[in-house]
C-alpha cells in the first residue's frame, strides 16, 4: 500500500460435486514479514555476517560453477587462498573490535582489486579466498595472469590502513600496515576436486608464508619456475634500462635494383650473462609493465643520432630510418614534444626519420592520433603503417591519416607464392596504397621469388632476410659499402 512489496498466501478455489470449479474462496494472511525473515536466514547462510561477502558454502559452490565454465571454454581458472600476515598480533594488542575493522576494509579492497566477474570470499578469520575465471587457454599464460590480479591484490592490501579504536573520544584513530601471503592453484576442468584444490591453495600458501611473507607462491612447482623467470626477467629489465644496456640493430631496406633506401631500427637487449635476449622474451613485458615507455625514448634518442651521423657522409645521408612507436608511446598527451625535442637535440634531419605505428593505433582515439601526427608532419617526420591488413584499417581511416607509407604484413609475404588469397591480400595492398598515393614496402621478404612475385603485382621496396638480418652498427655499414661497390662496379 506503501510502495513496498507485500506477499499474500491465499488458498481456493470452490469445486461443485462434479469437480468444476464454481467460484473462488480464499484466505489472505501478510506474510512479508515471513519472506523477509526467509530472506535474512538464506543471506546469512550464504554470505559472511561481517564483511558481506561469500562464505565458504557458496564460495565452494562458486569454485563448482568456475570448473564447468572452464571446461567449457577450453581456458584455465585459478583459485587464491589469501591470508593476512600478522593478523593475530593486531587482534591480541588492539582487541577484536579493531580487528573486524581492519577484515571489513580488506573485504572492501579486494572486491576493487579483482576483474568483473571473479568472486572474493571469506572463509573465516583472517582467511580470504579469490576465484578468477576466463584466463588464457595456455597453461603458462594462465599462471601470467593470475600472478598479475594477485600483485595488484597484495599492492591495494599494503596500503596503509586508519583503524577507529572502540571508544574514539579516548582513543585516536591510529595507521596500520598489513601485508598478505597468498597460494595460488590452477584448474581446467572438474579433473582435481575442490577440496583438493583449497588443500593445493592451502599449501601453496604456507610456502609463500615460509618465504618471508608478503609474497605468492603457485601450488605447481613449473608455474612458480614461470613466474620466478617473469620476475626474475623484469628486474633485469628495469637493471637494464638502468645500465643501458640496449643496443640497435638496423635491417636494410632495398629498392628493386637492390639500393638501399634506409633501415628499420629494431631493440636489442645485450644482457650481461645471457648475451642477446630476443625482443620476443622482452617487449611484451615492457608493454604490460609500462617499461616501453623509456625503452622506446631510448630507441628513438639513439635513431636520430644515428641519422644526424650518417648526414654527415655523404654516402650515407640518403638513408631513411624507421622506428617502431608503441600505443603507450603515442598515447603520452606530450608525445609530439618529446619526438621534436629529441630530433632538435640530436640534430637530426626530421625528413629522414619515419615513425612506424601498427594498426592496433587505429583502435585508440583517432582524433588525437590525426592531430598528432599531422603537427609531427609539418615538420617533415614522415609515417608508416605496419603489419598493414592484419588488423582493423578501413579506408575511411587510412583517407584521414597523414600517411607516408604501408607495409605489407611478412605474413603475407610468406605464402605469396603458394596462397592466392595472400597474393590477393598483396596486390590490394599495393593497389590501395597507389590510389592513396603512398609508397609500399613488404616485410618478410627471404626469397627471390617472393620478390619477384611482388615486383610484378608493383612492389617496389623490401626487407628480409634476402637482402639482410638485421644487423649491429659496424655491420649494417659494412653492407651499405659493399653494396655500393657492387652497383659501382656494375656502372
Known amino acids: 500500500m506503501d510502495g513496498e512489496r507485500t506477499y499474500l498466501a491465499t488458498k481456493g478455489p470452490l469445486r461443485g460435486a462434479d469437480g468444476q470449479v464454481f467460484g473462488m474462496f480464499g484466505i489472505s494472511r501478510d506474510i512479508t514479514e515471513r519472506k523477509a525473515v526467509a530472506s535474512q536466514i538464506e543471506h546469512l547462510a550464504f554470505y559472511d555476517s561481517l564483511t558481506d561477502l561469500p562464505n565458504r558454502r557458496l564460495m565452494l559452490d562458486r569454485l563448482k560453477q568456475a570448473q564447468t565454465s572452464c571446461a567449457r571454454r577450453n581456458q584455465y581458472g585459478a583459485l587464491m587462498l589469501i591470508d593476512l600476515d600478522n593478523f593475530k598480533t593486531l587482534n591480541d594488542t588492539q582487541g577484536h573490535d579493531v580487528g573486524d575493522r581492519l577484515l571489513v576494509q580488506v573485504a572492501s579492497r579486494l572486491r576493487c582489486a579483482i576483474r568483473s566477474g571473479d568472486t572474493i570470499a571469506r572463509l573465516g578469520g583472517d582467511e580470504f579466498v579469490a576465484i578468477l575465471e576466463d584466463l588464457d587457454a595456455s597453461v603458462d599464460a594462465a599462471a601470467v595472469q593470475a600472478q598479475s590480479v594477485a600483485e595488484k591484490i597484495q599492492t591495494q592490501l599494503n596500503l596503509a590502513y586508519t583503524l577507529q579504536q572502540s571508544l574514539p573520544d579516548t582513543s585516536p584513530s591510529h595507521q596500520h600496515h598489513c601485508t598478505s601471503s597468498i597460494g595460488i592453484t590452477l584448474f581446467h576442468d572438474h579433473s582435481i576436486s575442490v577440496d583438493e584444490l583449497m588443500k593445493r591453495a592451502d599449501t601453496a600458501m604456507y610456502q609463500a608464508k615460509a618465504g618471508g611473507r608478503n609474497t605468492l607462491r603457485f601450488f605447481d612447482p613449473a608455474m612458480q619456475a614461470v613466474v620466478a623467470k617473469r620476475a626474475a626477467l623484469e628486474i633485469d629489465l628495469r637493471t637494464a634500462i638502468e645500465e643501458k644496456q640496449f643496443v640497435l640493430h638496423y635491417q636494410p631496406q632495398v629498392d628493386s635494383f637492390g639500393r638501399t633506401l634506409g633501415a628499420e ?39 636520430c643520432r644515428q641519422l644526424a651521423a650518417w648526414a654527415t657522409r655523404p654516402q650515407t645521408e640518403h638513408l631513411t630510418l624507421a622506428v617502431n612507436v608503441s600505443v603507450r608511446q603515442f598515447g603520452l598527451p606530450h608525445f609530439v614534444d618529446l619526438v621534436l625535442a629529441t630530433v632538435a637535440q640530436t640534430g637530426a634531419r626530421p625528413e629522414r626519420l619515419k615513425l612506424e605505428l ?43 591519416l597523414p600517411l607516408d607509407q604501408l607495409k605489407i604484413d611478412q605474413s603475407f609475404v ?38 619477384d612475385a611482388l615486383s610484378k603485382l608493383g612492389c617496389r621496396a623490401y626487407q628480409g632476410y634476402l637482402f639482410s638480418k638485421p644487423l649491429p652498427l659496424d655491420e649494417f655499414e659494412a653492407f651499405l659499402h659493399r653494396v655500393e661497390h657492387q652497383h659501382g662496379d656494375r656502372c
Open 358 to 400: 601498427t594498426e592496433s593505433l587505429l583502435l585508440e582515439n583517432m582524433q588525437d592520433m590525426i592531430v598528432k601526427m599531422t603537427a609531427l608532419k609539418a615538420t617533415g617526420i614522415g609515417f608508416s603503417l605496419d603489419d598493414f591488413g592484419t588488423g582493423y584499417s578501413s579506408l575511411a581511416y587510412l583517407k584521414r
Open 265 to 303: 631500427a629494431l631493440v636489442r637487449w645485450q644482457h650481461p650473462e645471457h648475451g642477446l635476449v630476443s625482443p620476443l622474451m622482452f617487449i611484451p613485458m615492457a608493454e604490460e609493465t609500462g617499461l616501453i615507455l623509456p625503452i622506446g625514448q631510448w630507441v628513438l634518442e639513439q635513431a
Open 414 to 451: 610468406r605464402d605469396v607464392l603458394t596462397d592466392a588469397n595472400d597474393a590477393a591480400i598483396a596486390q590490394m595492398v599495393i593497389a590501395l596504397a597507389k590510389t592513396l598515393g603512398l609508397a609500399v614496402i613488404a616485410e618478410g621478404v627471404e626469397t627471390e621469388a617472393q620478390r
